[in-house]
C-alpha cells in the first residue's frame, strides 16, 4: 500500500479488528469502508479508530452482500474468499474436477471482488494454501494460477507478489500468498 492513500478510497472485506481499514485512514484514505461477520471484532475496531483519530465506516456483513456496495480505489480481501469454500485447499479447488462447485462459488467471489474495483483500482487478495504433505505439495503448486483465476475474473492484469511471514507454528503447512488484482 502507497504511503500517500490521499483522495483513494477503501474497502476492506473481512476488516477483523480494523488493523488495515484503520492503516489505510491514518494516511488519508477517505472513504474508508471496513465489513466484518463478527459483531465484537467489529466493535474492537470502533474503538480503535476512535482512539487513532480515523474515520472508518464499520459495517456487519457477508461477503458479496449489500454492506459491500459502489467502487473502490482499493478492495482489501485479506484471508477471506476460502472462508466461503467447502474444500479449504485452494490448489485441489482450481485443480481438482471434483471440486467444480466450489471453484464456481471462488469464480463468482472474483467476479465480486471485481465488481467493487473502481477502473484503475487495485484489488490486494490473501489466499492460504494448506498441504498435508507440505514437501510434495509445494513441489506442484503453481501459483500463478490464482493469476489467471483473477484475470478471467476481469482484472486487467493480476500478480502473485509471493507469501509473507506470519506465525511460524503455521508456515510448515501452509503459505499465505499475496495477490494484486488491477482493473
Request: charged share 25%.
Amino acid at each position: 500500500m502507497p504511503a500517500d492513500l490521499r483522495g483513494k478510497s477503501i474497502l476492506d472485506i473481512g476488516c477483523s479488528e480494523g488493523f488495515f481499514a484503520n492503516e489505510c485512514a491514518k494516511r488519508g484514505a477517505a472513504p474508508v469502508v471496513g465489513i466484518d461477520t463478527s459483531l465484537g471484532r467489529l466493535l474492537t475496531a470502533i474503538c480503535r479508530a476512535r482512539v487513532a483519530g480515523v474515520q472508518v465506516t464499520y459495517r456487519m456483513g457477508v461477503f458479496p452482500g449489500p454492506q459491500a456496495r459502489g467502487l473502490f480505489d482499493y478492495v482489501l480481501c485479506l484471508s477471506v474468499l476460502h472462508h466461503s469454500l467447502r474444500h479449504k485447499d485452494l490448489w485441489r479447488v482450481l485443480t481438482d474436477p471434483a471440486f467444480s462447485d466450489d471453484l464456481d462459488v471462488l469464480r463468482g467471489r472474483l467476479r465480486g471482488l471485481r465488481s467493487l474495483t473502481a477502473a484503475h483500482g487495485k484489488c490486494i487478495v490473501e489466499m492460504p494454501y494448506e498441504y498435508d504433505d507440505p514437501m510434495a505439495e509445494r513441489a506442484v503448486v503453481d501459483f500463478d494460477r490464482f493469476t489467471h483465476e483473477l484475470k478471467s475474473a476481469g482484472f486487467a492484469d493480476a500478480r502473485c507478489l509471493g507469501s509473507w511471514d506470519y506465525n511460524p507454528d503455521h508456515a510448515r503447512f501452509k503459505d499465505r500468498m499475496i495477490y494484486v488484482a488491477e482493473a
